[in-house]
């Protein structure tokens, strides 16, 4: 389960100034115990579900443009580093972002938009490493992902409703196909316990009629 799948959420992402670090964008764009329903399944981010994640090397960039010149990125999470995360039991992750408005030309056109609400959005780039599955056998099962692996990079999004854009829908596209095969494979397992329980009722009928 290495693929990487993308989500997007309807949390506010703000501009401010601060004395010491210039313009500064801070938001959350991974949410905790959230239901989204991503059309055949719904989907939830357990509480922990980054504990032990990899958070070394995460960049900062917009509506998960890869092709960009990342606008901030988080190293170690060091006081260095021109993003920083924060883990927040219960609630998910936040950040805060350095920008450069200054010599950077889109950090600064990000930071009006952020600044005038036209861009509202945050989601980030992640891999699953741990997931639960209810209600398999229904046509609109739940998954709740327990563990995340790595977050790879955090965007500020045009529109958080990801299966609104092209970039999103490629992420949603991406993120159903590895949720199916990781229920397909939750149902197998359940159809070999199945079979394995009948196999044994079966035998101890024999049994008992052999007496």
């Known amino acids: 389960m290495n693929s990487k799948e993308i989500r997007a959420f309807e949390f506010e992402v703000r501009a ?15 949410v905790y115990n959230q239901r989204t329903d991503l059309g055949w399944y719904d989907e939830i981010i357990a509480d922990g579900a980054l504990d032990g994640a990899d958070l070394r090397d995460v960049r900062f960039l917009v ?19 021109t993003m920083q995360l924060s883990v927040v039991s219960g609630e998910g992750m936040d950040i805060r972002v350095d920008l450069d408005t200054e010599a950077n030309s889109e950090a600064k056109s990000l930071y009006s938009a952020v600044g ?12 699953v490493d741990a997931d639960n599955w209810e209600d398999i056998d229904t046509d609109h099962p739940t998954r709740t992902i327990t563990s995340i692996k790595r977050v790879m990079e ?3 999004v045009t529109f958080p409703a990801y299966e609104q854009t092209y970039i999103q829908a490629r992420g949603l596209s991406e993120a159903l196909e590895s949720a199916r095969t990781s229920l397909e494979s939750e149902r197998a397992k359940k159809r070999a316990a199945d079979e394995e329980r009948a196999r044994k009722l079966k035998l101890l009928k024999i049994l008992a009629e052999a007496k």
Do not use: Y
Not at 16 to 30: H, K, Y
């Open 16 to 30: 401010e100034q601060d004395e010491e670090r210039g313009s500064v964008l801070t938001g959350r764009p991974i």
């Open 63 to 81: 509506n998960h443009n890869t092709d960009m010149i990342p606008l901030a990125r988080s190293r170690n999470n060091n006081a260095n580093s």
């Open 116 to 127: 005038r609400g036209d861009i509202s959005g945050m989601s980030f780039m992640f891999v």
């Open 154 to 156: 955090v965007s500020a």
